[in-house]
């Protein structure tokens, strides 16, 4: 395939991003600006920029390497995903963006939680920005390693050159216009990823003559591999296997860079048509994804030797460097769409939550937006170089950042919007006690431990929050008073 066509397609589309975050850049007055855009996304750029910097690199290279091993079996991690979706913009989205204004016009997830408990000791946010910090340097390295993996296959780059690359492609426009130039360019991406999801396995199915008769040659082969119940090496999955990939929805509720589209989106209005647009390209994603590893089957007589590049293969084989330029560029955007979110809510928790909260209180503006840049830097750089190893697999890394966050942090966002008893105590003990149970389960193995590290992670979280908050100390007048102005406020937003 003519890479210098590929190469060329590419440059255009991070022109394209340059030039948005330039624009961004003008746009961009204050660290509120910086770090929630204002509070200005309507519903299809919320929408779009939620899925797009949720599902990573991982959407068109783990899920499709999953599939293309273990056949119908990746479908739970599908179904469980787009339960998750589903209730997280339900029950969460128009709350927090609610309560994150009235809580002192909360910018960060660590901002949000002190205001929340009015916590003195400053401990709520301390603790919560390290580990945003520490599973969100993993994440990170995760879409890096997926960068790596693109650029090595496409152009023949060395990986830690390829890594390099990726790195500097994202810090780009991330560093110019902050969180409204990574949603704007989310929208972007958004669209290529779901279109190139829904062409690649079409084609490449179509190429194969006769879909029916393929799969069926298939299924004789391997009768378990278009199987759901069993793994592709003919095991009964166990209930245990099928209760860790559905738990993969858990891992919505404590997600920062999702949340935080949550935060800005300009008015609770907007919430159930964001809904609605959120979950028609998650379901079109997610299926193309499954298809697309099951067709790399299908297509491909030899065994690939890393699953997890199928849909780039796919696509250089099967389309004319334009198209498949346009759609490699989908997988650069997905690997960037979260990247860039990620690393910017890292450095808001360093800006923000240690630098502005406990040294600098009266940093200005543009000092704040300046070291928010220069965190940017910092953080990729650091990431960059946990993502050296070529062995690295980009599914397991995300599932290890993701069980984190949600373990950590999705049980006490649950709490903080449902139920005014959750006390201070009760929230740190539940942070503390989800992270470290995450990290804990995910050295052990056989039997029960081999259950995804999220579920007894969320499990422990959940049961420290009321523990703790049912024998420590009453909430005081005022929280429970900002808690009842939230229900009084959504109602008149409901009503209005």
């Not at 023949?156 to 704007?184: D, E, H, K, N, R």
């Not at 004789?220 to 860790?244: H, K, Q, R, Y």
């Not at 200005?364 to 750089?381: F, H, K, N, Y």
Request: proline share 2%; glycine share 8%; hydrophobic share 55%.
């Amino acid at each position: 395939m003519d890479s210098s066509i590929i190469l060329l397609t590419f440059t255009v589309y991070l022109a394209v991003l340059l030039g948005i975050g330039i624009a961004a850049w003008k746009r961009t007055h204050d660290l509120a600006d910086y770090i929630l855009g204002g509070r200005k996304l309507g519903s299809l750029v919320a929408a779009l920029s939620a899925g797009a910097s949720d599902m990573s690199g991982w959407l068109l290279l783990g899920l499709p390497g999953y599939a293309y091993v273990a056949g119908l079996e990746a479908i739970w991690i599908g179904i469980g995903l787009l339960v998750g979706i589903w209730f997280n913009w339900k029950l969460v989205a128009a709350r927090l963006r609610t309560y994150t204004e009235l809580a002192g016009n909360a910018l960060t997830l660590p901002d949000f939680f002190e205001q929340r408990y009015q916590d003195t000791s400053r401990l709520l946010r301390i603790v919560s920005a390290l580990l945003i910090l520490f599973f969100f340097l993993i994440y990170t390295s995760s879409g890096l390693v997926a960068g790596g993996k693109l650029f090595t296959t496409v152009f023949g780059l060395p990986y830690q050159w390829a890594v390099v690359t990726g790195t500097l492609a994202i810090v780009m426009y991330t560093f110019l216009g902050g969180f409204l130039a990574v949603s704007l360019t989310d929208v972007i991406q958004a669209l290529l990823m779901v279109f190139a999801l829904a062409v690649v396995p079409v084609i490449a199915f179509s190429h194969s003559g006769d879909v029916v008769a393929t799969l069926s040659e298939l299924s004789a082969a391997n009768s378990d591999f278009l199987n759901p119940f069993s793994s592709a090496a003919g095991e009964t999955l166990s209930v245990t296997a099928i209760i860790s990939l559905l738990a993969w929805g858990l891992g919505y509720f404590g997600q920062p860079h999702i949340l935080a589209r949550f935060m800005a989106i300009k008015h609770e209005s907007k919430v159930p048509k964001a809904r609605r647009i959120a979950m028609i390209w998650s379901a079109i994603s997610m299926v193309g994804a499954v298809l697309a590893g099951i067709s790399g089957k299908v297509y491909f007589s030899e065994v690939l030797a890393d699953s997890e590049k199928v849909f780039i293969l796919l696509v250089e084989s099967l389309f004319h460097p334009v198209i498949a330029g346009i759609c490699l560029a989908a997988i650069l955007s997905a690997i960037m769409s979260t990247a860039d979110s990620q690393l910017l809510v890292a450095a808001s928790a360093l800006t923000e939550d240690f630098y502005k909260a406990l040294f600098r209180k009266d940093a200005s503006q543009r000092e704040l937006i300046w070291l928010g840049r220069v965190t940017v830097v910092v953080v990729a750089a650091v990431a960059c170089v946990m993502a050296m190893n070529p062995a690295n697999k980009v599914l397991d890394l995300v599932a290890y950042a993701w069980a984190g966050f949600g373990a950590s942090f999705g049980p006490l966002i649950l709490f903080s919007l449902f139920w005014k008893r959750t006390n201070r105590n009760g929230a740190l003990a539940g942070i503390v006690s989800g992270g470290l149970m995450v990290i804990v389960w995910k050295q052990l193995s056989g039997g029960i431990f081999d259950m995804y590290e999220i579920v007894p992670g969320f499990v422990v979280s959940a049961f420290a929050i009321a523990l703790f908050s049912l024998t420590g100390q009453q909430p005081s007048v005022e929280q429970r008073l900002c808690f009842n102005k939230v229900t009084a406020k959504r109602q008149e937003n409901m009503t209005s």
